[in-house]
């Protein structure tokens, strides 16, 4: 779960994007800061307390040369306040604020085995129906939910699983 902080930095970079109608590229940028904060060497030279902020931001702008003057900005604010660690969040929630401008709703799926394509599309469809927006969906599996599905969408939860169903007839049974 993203943190707080994660969700206000995302939340000004979508509000800046939108007045600048620049997703695409915030989403770019976003991906290369995302990839190479999960690189172990570049989060161990960013963690260490013997290299300046300065030297670190200096560093990661060589390599990472083509990022807009706003992501350089939001890169130092993070290194500075030493927060990388919330730029795989903030590209996460970027990811869904662009989805959801653009009228697609993330549908996260668990079920107890993979789901195969044509599944997938079925449950998307059904998805979309019940929305009344396209569904993206990314799939997970869960062997412990035993079957069924579990849906999230935003703050919605569906859940249609096997072990749920249990859970609810133990209770059922021990208050009746």
Sequence with gaps: MARGSAK???HAIVE?????KSFDAWQHDLHEL?????DE?????????????????KTIEQVLGD??????????MLVERRQTDLIPDIADLFDEAVLEERG???ANITTADKLNEHGQAAVGELLKVITGKDVEIRAHTDPSIIGGIIV?????????????????????????
Excluded: Y
Excluded at 16 to 20: G, N, P, Q, S, Y
């Design 8 to 10: 206000r930095f995302a």
């Design 16 to 20: 800046l994007a939108r007045e600048e």
């Design 34 to 38: 995302r990839a190479a904060v999960s």
């Design 41 to 57: 060497t570049v989060v161990t030279f960013l963690g260490s307390p013997n290299v300046s902020a300065a030297e670190k931001i």
């Design 67 to 76: 990022l807009r003057p706003e992501s350089r900005n939001l890169l130092r």
């Design 104 to 106: 697609i709703t993330l």
């Design 152 to 176: 999230r969408m935003g703050d919605q939860l569906i859940d249609g699983s096997v072990i749920n169903q249990l859970r609810r007839l133990r209770a059922r049974l021990a208050a009746g």
